[in-house]
Each structure stands twice: as C-alpha cells, then as structure tokens.
C-alpha cells in the first residue's frame, strides 16, 4: 500500500488555506480525488476534518479517508453559489468514491423551447446549450420528457418541423399534415404571424411552470374578447382549449394546501445505493415525479444522502420552488 507524505507537507499545505469562499479536492497519495467539496470558508471548514470533532459536531464519512488523503487542492470563487456549481460539476468529472453521486448524470434529459428562433421549436434535449433556449428540467427519464410533452402537445398546437422559418417569408408551398389536423399552426405558409404563434409558445412556458390558473385567466379573457368581437370560431377554440387545461388539472390526485409551491423528497436506501423520490408541487398542484438512483456510502448519512442530491440536482435545475431556493442557499454554506 502506497503510504502518503510527511504529516508535515499536508500541514504546510493546510496552513496556507485562504478564508474565502471555493470548493477543495482531497487527493490520496496516487492523485486520485477521493473527496470534492465547497465551503464559504476553505481555511476553516478543510482544517476542521482534521479536528477531534467532525464537522457538524457529528461522524462524518469523510473521516473514513484521512488518514489517506496526501494533498488538497483548492479553487477560489466570487461567491458560495458560484462554489456550488464549481462542486456539483467536479463530483461529475471525477465521480470520488466518498461522495454522493447521481447515476448517468449526463443522461438525464430536458424539455427546451427554442426562443433563439423566430417561430420556435419544443423538443426533447439531453444538452444544455447558451443559445436563448428555454430549458424545463432536468427529468428522471425519457418516459417523463414523453408524458409532458404529449401533454403540451394536445392542449398547444407548435411546430415540429426543423425549417429555418423566417417571419415575412413562406417556406413551403403547401403545409403538412400536421397544420389540417390541428397540430400546428402553419408558420411554414404563414399561416400565423411571429407574435401569434409567439403568445401560443408563451402559454406553453405559463403550462410547463405550472401556472395553468394564471393560464386559464388569460385564456379567458381573450375567449371574452374574441366573443366581444363577433369572432365566434377563435372563441369556441380557446373555450375547448380552457376545458382541456381544466380537465388536466383535475386530474391531479395528490394537492398540497393553496398557492404552495414547493418540492418534496423521499429516500430509500440499500446498501451503497439510494433512490430519492422527488415530488414537484406548483400552485398546490403536483405536477409530476420523478425517481433519482444514487450511489452513497453506507456510512453516510441519510441528510448527508438528501444534500448530496439537492446540490448536485438544484445546481443545473431550470425550476425550482422558492421555499427550495431557500434551502439551497442555505445548503451552499455547508
């Protein structure tokens, strides 16, 4: 077995730990990161491993590998938020034995809105990409993905196709099936205009966070309006589409007291594996689950589990509750 340095290099090495907020790397004596973690303070939170008292006031299952760790390794950043995604994206890379660690982290996918377009798309993703999109996400399988978006696309009508369609312009010189059976509404012949079909894609954003009260108002008054206006067709169309919303929602089975918004986990746990449950409520509503398999130590424990998946989760989630926003900051000064 390969026996680390001198107590006395890893003690110069601790000496000079910054009082600033970063995320540290504790390695063995082969290199390997066999613990990544974040702190508002790297002097006092790294050096507090090597008191009598775990961090906390309570045993900690990194206590497990110091005697093995050789070095540790620190990066600065501006803020404990900024340290927090530094951590969830460094226990990805080097995936450390004694972390907590969400299984096939890259493969989780996402629904993004294409708002970089002039008449955008709603796909399924498993890459996040700085390009104006929307991202709602991410969910535990391609099956949830599926759900939603077969939900969206029988309540909101968008298009499919990956034409460059440009406003003023007609990219085809007949429409597909799609537009004559409702799918769509037909951009690709201008058959709506940009701000039209870009309300319709504002009514699915005000659907995928779960706003369908706040949806259904503004559903209502435009139905009114087109009333007001002898547009009887367009108002039956929107009276179908407010039912169709209604009926979705009272389809929630599980509710949670008025406007709460929040999200609620589960964990069950076997040997070094966990499986958390994620309940996501929105206006009172559950509007979905999802299940994360993790990898844990046996020894860790079952809030040191939760944590370990809130950080890594809620650091790229596209939606959070704020009473979960709360507790991520809170998590953050760990």
């Not at 970089?116 to 796909?123: H, K, L, T």
């Not at 996040?128 to 939603?148: I, K, Q, T």
Request: charge should be positive; charged fraction near 30%.
């Amino acid at each position: 077995m390969t026996q680390p340095p001198p107590a006395s290099t890893l003690e110069a090495t601790l000496a000079r730990l910054p009082d600033q907020p970063g995320v540290y790397l504790m390695r063995d004596a082969r290199g390997d990161v066999v613990y990544v973690g974040k702190a508002q303070s790297l002097r006092s939170r790294v050096r507090s491993y090597w008191q009598k008292e775990a961090p906390g006031g309570e045993a900690h299952r990194i206590r497990q590998v110091i005697d093995r760790v050789a070095d540790v390794e620190w990066t600065l950043t501006d803020s404990v938020s900024e340290a927090l995604l530094l951590e969830a994206n460094l226990v990805k890379r080097y995936r450390p034995r004694f972390n907590v660690r969400l299984k096939d982290d890259k493969s989780y996918p996402y629904i993004r809105i294409t708002l970089g377009e002039a008449f955008p798309r709603i796909e399924r993703t498993r890459r996040l990409v700085s390009d104006g999109s929307r991202y709602f996400g991410p969910y535990a399988s391609a099956s949830s993905v599926d759900e939603s978006m077969n939900v969206v696309r029988r309540l909101f009508p968008f298009r499919t196709c990956t034409l460059d369609i440009r406003e003023g312009e007609r990219a085809l010189a007949r429409p597909c099936l799609l537009f004559h059976i409702k799918r769509c509404q037909g951009p690709c012949v201008e058959a709506i205009s940009r701000a039209g079909y870009r309300a319709d894609i504002a009514q699915v954003e005000l659907f995928l966070e779960g706003r369908q009260e706040a949806l259904v108002d503004a559903l209502r008054a435009d139905m009114e309006t087109a009333s007001e206006r002898l547009e009887f067709e367009r108002a039956a169309g929107l009276r179908d589409k407010i039912r169709a919303i209604e009926r979705t929602m009272e389809r929630q089975k599980m509710a949670a007291f008025a406007r709460t918004e929040l999200d609620l986990v589960g964990l069950a746990r076997q040997d070094n594996q966990a499986a958390i449950q994620l309940f996501v409520i929105r206006n009172g509503k559950v509007l979905g689950r999802d299940v994360f398999l993790l990898d844990a130590m046996r020894e860790a424990t079952d809030p040191e589990v939760v944590a370990g998946f809130l950080e890594q989760y809620y650091a790229r989630a596209t939606s959070r509750s704020e009473e979960h926003t709360s507790e991520l900051q809170s998590l953050a000064y760990l």
